[in-house]
């Protein structure tokens, strides 16, 4: 092995790609998983994500220096404690682009919008530059293989019909991804979460 890769290996082992979130608990995801049983039977070429791994993304912040990533945690301890759970259900289905499958989110929308709003503040205070994509709360499900362009238009009609329970996101989550990291799939690991006010 050469120098220049044992280099990027170190590079790669000092950063970690991060983002904030929220995520369903396990009977809300169970009863979508059971929603799309023929999906994942029919199209079993989709790279699905694992089901303990799905979350709505807040704010993602991309690859960051373990070193930068303590500072986050104070301040956002202290925002989930001001803050009432939000009251959000999983529903419908839709897609970006033909590669994306995605579960919509239902409920108090103005809250998550709120919400993220204060998160990505806390975050540019901590000095953290990162991408200000506007939010668009989904949940990512599937991604489509690049040769294989009809299957996430399909699951996604198959879900358009779909209504979730109502639940309470009790705690905000700070992330991290093994993403780019090697040939597997991606894995999450709360990197730390913390628990909302009480209501």
């Not at 040769?147 to 992330?175: I, K, M, N, Q, Y």
């Amino acid at each position: 092995m050469g120098e220049g890769s044992g280099g990027d290996e170190r590079a790669r082992s000092a950063t970690v790609r991060v983002f904030i979130a929220l995520a369903p608990p396990d009977d809300a995801k169970d009863e979508l998983a059971d929603a799309l049983g023929p999906a994942y039977a029919a199209y079993p070429r989709m790279r699905w994500n694992r089901i303990e791994d799905w979350h709505i993304t807040l704010a993602f912040l991309g690859e960051l220096p373990v070193a930068t990533v303590p500072l986050l945690r104070p301040p956002l301890a202290d925002l989930a404690a001001a803050r009432r759970p939000l009251e959000l259900a999983l529903r419908g289905g839709g897609h970006f682009d033909d590669r994306v499958l995605w579960s919509g989110i239902d409920g108090d929308l103005e809250g998550l919008h709120g919400l993220a709003t204060e998160v990505r503040v806390v975050v540019a205070e901590c000095g953290i530059s990162f991408e200000g994509r506007p939010l668009r709360p989904h949940l990512t499900l599937a991604r489509a293989r690049r040769d294989d362009p009809s299957s996430v238009l399909e699951a996604a009609t198959g879900l358009a019909g779909f209504t979730g329970r109502r639940w309470r996101a009790g705690r905000l989550h700070l992330v991290g991804s093994d993403f780019g990291r090697g040939p597997g799939p991606i894995r999450y690991r709360d990197i730390e979460s913390w628990p909302f006010g009480e209501a």
